[in-house]
């Protein structure tokens, strides 16, 4: 796990983050309502996961929330929200399991319907600080909101991909998660010889090198959130996005092909 860290960490709004869930969960049901057993049946690009599993997995992430809840507070934080995304790829066999248990016995309308209103209920009142044991730790509760709003866009993409449809983004949820990649990309590849802009939410700079300090940046990345987004969990790589002209680099090591993807 990278050990860098920004010299001041990011912070994001609690109450923010927990309307950006509840409006991004809203996104999501309004299109999930609407399935019969076919489309339910389609493939996603995760792997042997139908779109079944992949509701289902929407569902149990916003569920752990409410589960955590319901637990006694531990007595110390043992993870932070920049340590996150380079401590989930060693759960992703575990996430399969109990993905595919839950969506062999569940309905997953009723599920994602009732995960979301227990979610409302039992988040709202509760201090920031608040600590939960999670898959991967204790953390915050105001840091694992900002997971779920991960979790929730990057998964609102891959359903509208296996349905050929589109899900609105809630505009904080976007912003949040955008940040939080983007800030995920300086501490994997610290540095000031490199700016990465993803208007409007993100700048960052990053790569090992010459810094900047004034005027325009010899080496600029800039791009669209979603893109940025795809690009950060591997929906996408370099080489497409750049012969897409979703994503423009200008100057010598305006390259991140090798930094990328940052979160799997």
Not at 30 to 48: K, S, Y
Not at 108 to 135: C, I, K, M, Q, Y
Not at 201 to 222: D, I, L, S, W
Request: net charge negative; glycine share 6%; proline share 6%.
């Amino acid at each position: 796990m990278p050990t860098a860290q920004r010299k001041r960490a990011r912070t994001y709004d609690f109450a923010r983050t927990r309307t950006a869930v509840l409006a991004q969960i809203g996104n999501v049901r309004a299109v999930v309502e609407a399935l019969d057993d076919g489309r339910f049946a389609l493939p996603t690009r995760l792997g042997d996961w139908t779109v079944r599993e992949l509701v289902t997995h929407i569902a149990l992430g916003v569920r752990s929330v409410g589960d955590a809840l319901g637990q006694p507070a531990p007595p110390a934080r043992e993870i932070t929200l920049a340590e996150w995304p380079f401590a989930t790829a060693g759960y992703a066999a575990q996430v399969d399991t109990s993905v595919h248990e839950a969506a062999a016995s569940e309905d997953p309308v009723a599920l994602l319907a009732h995960v979301a209103d227990r979610f409302a209920e039992l988040t709202s009142g509760v201090p920031a600080e608040r600590l939960l044991r999670g898959r991967l730790g204790v953390m915050r509760l105001d840091d694992l909101l900002v997971t779920r709003c991960v979790e929730l866009v990057v998964h609102s993409d891959d359903l509208a991909a296996a349905l050929g449809v589109e899900i609105p983004y809630d505009r904080q949820a976007l912003a949040v998660v955008t940040r939080l990649l983007a800030d995920t990309l300086a501490v994997k590849a610290p540095g000031g010889s490199v700016e990465v802009r993803v208007p409007p939410f993100a700048v960052v700079q990053c790569v090992e090198g010459p810094r900047h300090t004034r005027g325009t940046p010899p080496n600029v990345v800039e791009t669209d959130p979603l893109t940025w987004i795809r690009l950060a969990t591997g929906r996408t790589d370099w080489a497409t996005a750049l012969d897409a002209a979703t994503v423009s680099a200008s100057g010598e090591r305006a390259d991140l092909a090798a930094q990328l993807p940052l979160l799997t």
